[in-house]
């Protein structure tokens, strides 16, 4: 929207404040009650608006375009931004009183290709909302195909992620979704590991009881997940309490293979030490079962 309509649909507009404007028209802020106004892509918008967004938010009132009295609100706003806004006000793009006017709660979301352990939950939840909305039939996905998911580094997160299972669902003729069905581009090939040190000390090699399967993914540069012969439910991954049981085996087995060193486990399933110690306390993995 060009900054004029912007302003006229936030902040509203008076009878005669310019041609077209017929009829008094209340703004957004105000249409809201005591509800919530969530403005998308907060980085894009203009610097002149953004200072008049700024006392309107210090505030809590709008003069509306060719107004003489200003109107209270009472909406609860959420911005969102793909944005650097550090690296915008350095640029002199974005407004650092406006920015720390709106930094209350701040809740940052990590790409999907960070948080690969929601994409069984999400798949679950989309494949309800199209069997609803599109009377698209649910089906299971093989495990191959949902560790090839879990994988793909999804450069367009959720909405990516969306498009290729309704893609896959659609045209798909299999009562199991396989990878091929989802026609994922090839992520770009991996940097050649750096040759190993001449001076490596001997305890650093692979342990000469690791199984062969587990030898090609130990020497490359940057961790892998693991990849082991799992215990799957008949007829694919069908829920996510199915999911569930296979990823608690997954990281039993990292366990066991690291000597439970959690660090070294982490690494091999791909997911932050933060976040495993929050799945052993969801699983209830202790120490203690070290025996399995």
């Known amino acids: 929207m060009p900054e004029t309509l912007l302003e006229s649909e936030l902040f509203g507009y008076k009878r005669g404040a310019f041609t077209g404007a017929n009829t008094d028209k209340e703004g957004l802020l105000r249409l809201a009650g005591e509800g919530t ?54 640029r002199g793009l974005f407004r650092e009183d406006l920015f720390f006017r709106l930094k209350v709660v701040q809740i940052s979301l990590p790409p999907l290709r960070e948080r690969p352990e929601d994409i069984p939950p999400l798949i679950e939840h989309l494949q309800a909302r199209f069997h609803e909305d599109l009377r698209i039939p649910q089906r299971a ?48 090939p991996a940097p050649p590991p750096p040759p190993p040190p001449q001076d490596s000390a001997p305890d650093s090699a692979p342990d000469s009881a690791t199984p062969t399967r587990l030898a090609p993914m130990l020497k490359r540069p940057s961790p892998a997940r693991l990849s082991l012969p799992l215990a799957v439910p008949q007829g694919g991954v069908q829920s996510r309490a199915d999911w569930e049981a296979i990823e608690r085996a997954e990281i039993i087995a990292a366990l066991v293979h690291c000597r439970w060193n959690k660090t070294k486990a982490a690494a ?10 929050r799945k052993l306390l969801t699983y209830e993995i202790e120490p203690a079962r070290r025996g399995q």
């Open 268 to 277: 091999m399933l791909g997911i932050s030490r933060r976040n495993l110690y």
């Open 141 to 188: 996905l093989s495990p191959h195909a949902l560790r090839c998911l879990m994988r793909h580094p999804w450069p367009g997160n959720v909405r990516e992620l969306e498009n290729a299972l309704k893609s896959a669902l659609i045209l798909s003729k299999g009562a199991t979704l396989e990878p091929a069905d989802f026609a994922l581009e090839a992520p770009p």
């Open 37 to 90: 106004v969530f403005l998308d892509e907060i980085g894009e918008l203009p610097l002149g608006l953004q200072a008049k967004l700024l006392r309107v938010i210090q505030e809590r009132e709008v003069l509306p375009i060719g107004g003489q009295r200003v109107e209270p609100f009472k909406a609860r706003l959420i911005s969102a931004t793909h944005r650097d806004l550090r690296a915008q006000i350095k």
